[in-house]
């Protein structure tokens, strides 16, 4: 596969799964409303439209690799006066931008949805799987990974990230699909 991809260094194997340590990495993403099994073609569109010179300065950028996805967490917002609503949740889509542009030089998003920022170095344990990227797939290894980190006694935090790398008329046996969690 050719492309780009945040850099990482695997920091031990297991027979289920393998402990990455990421490099920091920015990132594009956009915040929609389920279905979680439709986030991903809501977004994406609206993703590749960035990329591909919807922007200030209308900049094409190569596509990269991972697309990744996680459940947004539900927020509490501050309003004036002091009441508090609670803001929806959702699904966080994100594109991996090329390392040429740090966040200062990336293009800035016309459309408002679209949202830069930097992801931090992380340790994540991370497993892989082919075929198509479909929610009994995703749930299917998401629960082999969780039983073979609770075996290994390894903690973790945060919601999965969903992880696909291939474009959609790649052969499902061929195909790369990841679940990560965080390690503590």
């Known amino acids: ?89 959702g699904f966080i889509l994100q594109f991996v931008m090329p390392s040429a542009y740090t966040l200062e030089t990336l293009p800035e998003p016309i459309d408002t949805r679209v949202k830069l920022k930097e992801v931090p170095a992380k340790r994540m344990a991370v497993i892989r799987y082919s075929w198509f990227a479909t929610q009994n797939n995703y749930e299917k290894h998401l629960k082999i990974l969780r039983e073979a980190l609770a075996k290994a006694k390894i903690a973790t935090e945060g919601d999965p990230i969903y992880m696909r790398y291939n474009a959609p008329f790649t052969l499902p046996f061929l195909r790369r699909n990841e679940i990560g969690l965080q390690v503590n």
Not at 51 to 67: C, L, Q, R, S, Y
């Open 1 to 89: 596969m050719a492309y780009e991809q945040p850099k990482y260094t695997v920091v031990k194997s297991y027979e289920a799964f393998e402990v990455r340590e990421y490099k920091p990495y920015n990132v594009a993403e956009v915040l929609v409303h389920g279905p979680e099994e439709n986030a991903g073609n809501q977004a994406f569109p609206i993703l590749a439209a960035y990329i591909f010179g919807k922007n200030k300065g209308k900049k094409n950028m190569e596509m990269t690799a991972p697309v990744a996805q996680t459940a947004a967490p539900v927020k509490m917002e501050m309003t004036i006066p002091v009441t508090q609503t609670v803001a929806t949740g």
